[in-house]
């Protein structure tokens, strides 16, 4: 089987969750079929997932093109217009590429760009979509009813990688059309990568007594929560509670100095370090005594399985597919994520109660393995290849993103008038120029005309042209 498959990024900043579950299951895909072949499109630039692919064999290409999911929506008319641009060149480039890599399937990884889906539709090639979050964090361009119903309409199968959000996701696809697969998790390594330290390497915690030490994986962003465990800390000060903090991950700069500023107000300086990105989080994680998951929402949390394959406890917001990883009052504690209390009350449960935090560090060592298995790949394929032996399924109904290229036109002319390309010809300076020098011979013509009207008879008039 020959499988394109559209990376939304390529990982210029770091090889994020989803590069990784990509990453993972083309591995397992390739062990379970050797004959498999795989070719990544990525957007442009090359980042760290290029190194990855070439390390395995796998041949890339980096396109530039734009998202229908993205931080914030793109408004400006000459932004519309130009991102537009370069999804229409990367769309056809996929429908050239589809042409001559002749795939079986095309795959698209993530909810963010939908290009490779329509030039699957377009060349007729069945499609299948990994969406692995719920884009709550997220601007849709078209809408999320739009949005989430074109991903189905533009799909032969859409694989979640959770039941929480292929139950979020049957708002909008039919059920037969959804599969689950949990990413694939390799932790065979696992002792050697806690050990893994590189030379400059610090313990963030520190070693005084009664401390309870969290580590928070993830880019430091707002969805991410890192600000509502900042806050937590700083009201577990008040109260007299050590509990010291390592977040490990990178950060915008704006977010970065956002969260700077928040701990330098609350005086938490003391209690939270701020790591930056490393390429191994299983030093910090052994380092600490549970992981903290506070982000609004979770389409999986990889970093949530990680913590608990190294036996620590996790505190995470009752949110997304966490409640199918954490099992709660056993493995860890869940919380309420619209009770600004919880948090702080599921911190305070661990720093009171040492044996309870060992009691559930032993029981998510003990409990991984079953989530490690949960994913069921073969079964995946096999449906892939239904898929495939029955051909790329007829679109019932125009896709809304097409319908919304339709006010492009009119874009364009805000853009022109924006930049003062667009130009009313009557108020031209060559117009009212020529108007000025043909202004006698116009009057020369009307006075003809009228002589023409009193003088010649009708009959000898007619078919003059005045």
């Not at 667009?422 to 002589?451: E, F, K, M, Q, Y």
Request: some cysteine; hydrophobic content about 45%.
């Amino acid at each position: 089987m020959r499988v394109l498959l559209l990376s939304h990024s390529s990982a210029v900043e770091n090889l994020g969750g989803a590069e990784l579950s990509m990453l993972q299951m083309i591995d397992n895909w390739r062990t379970y079929d050797p004959s498999v072949e795989v070719m990544v499109v990525s957007r442009s630039p090359v980042g760290r997932l290029q190194p990855e692919l070439d390390r395995r064999g796998i041949p890339w290409m980096n396109l530039e093109f734009g998202s229908w999911v993205l931080p914030q929506l793109i408004v400006s008319p000459e932004d519309v217009y130009r991102t537009a641009r370069h999804d229409f060149l990367a769309t056809k480039s996929l429908v050239r590429l589809i042409q001559e890599f002749g795939p079986d399937v095309v795959a698209t990884n993530t909810i963010v760009a939908p290009w490779a889906a329509l030039a699957a539709k377009m060349v007729g090639v069945p499609h299948v979509w990994f969406p692995s979050e719920y884009g709550d964090d997220h601007e849709f361009a078209i809408g999320v009813d739009h949005t989430f119903d074109d991903l189905g309409a533009l799909s032969d199968l859409v694989v979640t990688n959770s039941a929480a959000l292929k139950t979020y996701l049957s708002r909008w696809i039919d059920d037969s059309k959804m599969a689950v697969l949990y990413p694939a998790l390799e932790f065979s390594d696992l002792a050697h990568r806690v050990k893994d330290t590189p030379p400059d390497w610090t313990n963030p915690f520190s070693a005084l007594p009664d401390t309870l030490r969290v580590v928070c994986v993830g880019r430091i962003a707002p969805s991410k929560g890192q600000a509502r465990l900042v806050r937590s800390i700083a009201q577990l000060k008040r109260q007299n509670v050590r509990v010291e903090v390592a977040l490990v991950g990178s950060a915008r700069d704006h977010d970065l100095t956002s969260i700077r500023l928040l701990i330098d107000e609350l005086d938490v300086g003391d209690r939270i370090v701020l790591t930056g990105e490393t390429a191994n989080p299983f030093p910090f994680i052994a380092a600490a005594d549970i992981g903290a998951v506070v982000s609004v929402s979770e389409g999986f949390g990889r970093v949530t399985v990680e913590y608990l394959a190294v036996g620590k406890p996790v505190v995470a917001a009752r949110v997304g597919a966490t409640p199918e990883l954490v099992s709660d009052g056993h493995t860890g504690l869940l919380y309420d994520a619209a009770d600004d209390s919880a948090l702080v009350e599921a911190l305070l449960a661990y720093h009171r109660d040492p044996a309870l935090l060992a009691a559930h560090g032993a029981a998510a060592l003990a409990g991984v393995d079953e989530i490690v298995n949960r994913n069921r790949l073969p079964a995946i394929v096999r449906q892939i290849e239904g898929c495939v032996a029955a051909g790329s399924a007829p679109i019932e109904r125009m896709p809304h993103l097409v319908l919304s290229w339709m006010t492009l036109p009119a874009t364009a002319q805000r853009m022109f008038a924006d930049v003062g390309a667009l130009v009313d010809p009557h108020d031209s300076v060559t117009w009212t120029v020529g108007s000025n020098l043909a202004r006698p011979l116009r009057s020369v013509r009307r006075t003809a005309g009228r002589i023409a009207r009193r003088v010649v008879p009708r009959t000898l008039r007619n078919g003059w042209r005045t």
